[in-house]
């Protein structure tokens, strides 16, 4: 089991997926397939703000910054921005805090002992998911574009930001929580997406 290098878009990309999901005996872990999915709801809300602005939004409202491509969405805002611990450094390169290549490091040490299990094939979802996105290839659809009402509010529809799945969190404005009935929660984490805006 190996990732693609840190400094590749593909490796960069793995590394946050990874970092974003829950794996044995983490915090928020309720399975492989939940981890998976998370994953791949993350990578949703990355392509959302990059190229699915809602109609009366802009990309800045969306992502912090006007972004050109997917590093620009993760790095957006610096260490403690959009996705924490993600950051240019002072030379323009993608960049991570050492607790982020510290936990990689842990999960592919149990990943490479014995039978390839769990963590392999968590790990090679991750890198699969970054390397198909960045060849073009085909995404699994996303599980909330369709959405357009949440109760008595009408949403935009895609998730556009997620947070650890705890009341004390909310990144505020116009986002609303995707319930449990849409599956808004994955990994640990709680997914939004936006109010619409006529």
Known sequence: M?????????GYLARLLINEAPFPGEHGWVSEA???AAMLSVLWVLESRLKY??????????????????????????????????????????????????RINYLMSIANKGTPGRFAR??????G???????????????????ARIGTVAVTGRAYSWMT?????????????????YQGMLGGNRFFTLKEKR
């Open 2 to 10: 190996a990732l693609d290098p840190p400094g590749s878009v593909s």
């Open 34 to 36: 939940d981890s998976k």
């Open 53 to 102: 602005v809602p109609s009366g939004y802009t990309q800045e409202q969306i992502a912090a910054t006007r972004v050109r491509d997917i590093i620009d969405v993760i790095t957006a805002g610096g260490v403690k921005g959009q996705c924490d611990g993600f950051y240019r450094d002072a030379q323009g390169h993608p960049a991570s805090v050492p607790r982020v290549q510290e």
């Open 122 to 127: 968590l790990l090679t979802h991750a890198q």
């Open 129 to 147: 998911l970054a390397s198909a996105y960045v060849t073009g290839g085909a995404l699994a659809a996303d599980r909330y574009a369709g959405i």
């Open 165 to 181: 799945n705890a009341d004390c969190y909310h990144p505020g404005g116009t986002f609303v929580p995707i319930p449990d009935s």
